[in-house]
């Protein structure tokens, strides 16, 4: 079974600077998606950036960004200029990508980074 | 935004007593899932269908059942609600491709007295 791992249950940073939030992960598929989601105190689930495991490419969503270390299984989100806005709980998730069974499409979560921003 | 509807938004129920969750999709995906959400452990998978009345378990099935009779809708039942069951529940939806994430509705509150 894969797992997901953050390790920094909270952070924060200044407005307008930069933060990177961690997320490791166990598998041993080679095919697979990850995600940063993002959870506001309205408690909407919104999809911050997606990366699949074949490119090599780092993904980047204007001010996301994530720093894919496959062979290390990392995955950590840099979201730079910082606003007031991006305060809120993140989540690293992960999915398979090969069809060994209809579980195979399930989101496995990581336990969340709480992000304040310092205005 | 995804066409993701989930109700009651928010429910306050007895020990014991059973509670219906209801998730309702437009977008004619084929993977529902609920999952529920406490602090400290993040979303955990309870339930998920593959299509109509094709369901399986997640990870934290106990004291759980789920029903699809229909595309679009998804029910979780707690068969005799418990303390341990106060929590917020998610559905979700997903469909087959390289679309690959999954798209949430509200959420619904419940707790358990």
């Known amino acids: 079974a894969q797992t997901v791992t953050q390790s920094q249950p909270e952070m924060s940073v200044q407005e307008a600077e930069t933060v990177t939030l961690s997320c490791t992960y166990d598998?041993?598929?080679?095919?697979?998606?990850l995600f940063w989601y993002k959870q506001p105190p309205s408690r909407q689930m919104i999809l911050v950036i997606r990366q699949e495991a074949y490119k090599q490419q780092n993904a980047t969503e204007n001010r996301f960004s994530v720093n894919f270390q496959k062979a290390a299984k990392s995955f950590s989100l840099k979201i730079s200029d910082s606003q007031l806005g991006d305060a809120a709980m993140y989540f690293c998730a992960y999915r398979s990508a090969g069809y060994s069974g209809a579980g195979s499409y399930q989101l496995t979560f990581g336990k969340g980074t709480k992000l304040s921003v310092i205005p | 935004d995804a066409g993701i509807t989930q109700s009651p938004r928010h429910k306050v129920t007895e020990t014991g007593t059973p509670v219906t969750l209801r998730c309702h999709q437009t977008?004619?995906?084929?993977?529902m899932y609920w999952y529920r959400q406490d602090p400290g452990h993040g979303l955990r998978l309870i339930h998920y269908?593959?299509?109509?009345?094709?369901?399986d378990k997640g990870e934290v099935s106990d004291g759980y059942s789920v029903s699809r009779s229909k595309t679009e809708d998804f029910l979780l039942t707690l068969e005799s609600a418990t303390s341990s069951q106060t929590s917020v529940y998610f559905c979700a939806i997903s469909e087959l491709g390289n679309v690959a994430e999954a798209f949430f509705g509200q959420g619904t509150r419940l707790t358990v007295v």
């Open positions: 598998t041993s598929e080679s095919d697979y998606y």
């Open positions: 269908s593959y299509g109509v009345k094709d369901t």
């Open positions: 977008e004619n995906h084929r993977y």
